[in-house]
């Protein structure tokens, strides 16, 4: 079976970022055994591994088990209530919405990630059946990935819904552009966009400092270049609270703030 192990020295970034897909399932397995859950994962804690909670409890904040509750359940929602019949998740990792959802209907879902990752996901869960039709693409999505998707039959002429989630913060500037210039060639007007991003002071957010490369304060600006109209809401916000923070974030017009930023957006006409 593929592995995505832990790096042994903190300075690996080829085998930190790929790791950070088992510590993001560690901690959906730890909301999904609480009563009071915002979802339900039963295949996080598989995927996850002894490794990924050793390290969760060891480097992360509870801040951040909340940050990935939230996450998780504002794309949830995204994705349940979506009329797209093709989802693409970039940077899928171990989600396994493609696995745990009620997709009804014809709904084709690519899922694109490092070949690794992806192999690794697909072995553990071979004996789970999806409904709906799954495409997992492992690729770089720094290099050219869009004609693996095309060939994979993905229709740029149809609405889709993306979710880049835990991504573009890994990311170069130049790289983020790029990809966002490649979702947007690729998306028809209406198509929907759901999408995390950090702030630039975030960049020194530990233990993910040096690891983090891509913050920014504007996401609005950033998505309306490539034509989205986006709904931007900090974790902790009317919408993207769920009981989970008990203190409202800092607004936006405060300066140098570490702060997350939560959208969905929608492909302008
Ligand atoms: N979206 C998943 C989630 O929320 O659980 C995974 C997020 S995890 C923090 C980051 C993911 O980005 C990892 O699965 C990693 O392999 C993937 N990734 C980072 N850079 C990538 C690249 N250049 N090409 C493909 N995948 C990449």
């Known amino acids: 079976m593929s592995e995505i192990n832990p790096p042994s020295v903190a300075s690996d970034y080829s085998k930190f970022v790929p790791f950070t897909a088992r510590m993001m399932a560690a901690m959906r397995a730890r909301e999904s055994i609480k009563e009071d859950r915002l979802f339900d994962d039963p295949f ?69 990630d490092h070949p690794e990752v992806l192999a690794y996901k697909a072995a553990l869960l071979k004996n789970i059946n999806v409904c709906c039709k799954h495409h997992l693409l492992g690729c770089d999505l720094t290099q050219s990935w869009e004609e693996k998707l095309l060939k994979a039959g993905y229709c ?25 210039k490649s979702v947007s060639d690729l998306s028809t007007y209406d198509s929907e966009l759901g999408i995390d991003l950090i702030s630039v002071k975030s960049l020194e957010y530990e233990p993910y400092k040096g690891y983090f490369r891509f913050g920014c304060d504007t996401p609005e600006e950033l998505l309306s270049h490539y034509g989205w109209q986006s ?8 919408g993207a609270n769920f009981g989970r923070y008990i203190e409202l974030p800092p607004p936006r017009e405060v300066p140098n703030v570490m702060r997350a930023f939560l959208v969905k957006a929608k492909k302008k006409r």
Not at 231 to 238: A, K, M, R, S
């Open 44 to 112: 996080a804690a598989i995927l996850a591994g002894e490794e990924a909670f050793q390290r969760v409890d060891l480097q992360l904040k509870k801040q951040d088990q909340a940050y990935i509750a939230v996450r998780t359940r504002f794309f949830d929602d995204l994705l349940s209530l979506t009329q797209a019949r093709q989802v693409v998740l970039l940077a899928s990792g171990l989600d396994t919405r493609a696995y745990r959802f009620p997709w009804i209907g014809e709904v084709e879902i690519y899922e694109l």
């Open 156 to 180: 740029p002429e149809s609405p889709s819904v993306w979710l880049i989630e835990g991504l573009l913060m890994y990311l170069s500037e130049a790289q983020v552009h790029t990809l966002l």
């Open 231 to 238: 709904l931007v809401i900090q974790p902790g916000d009317e």
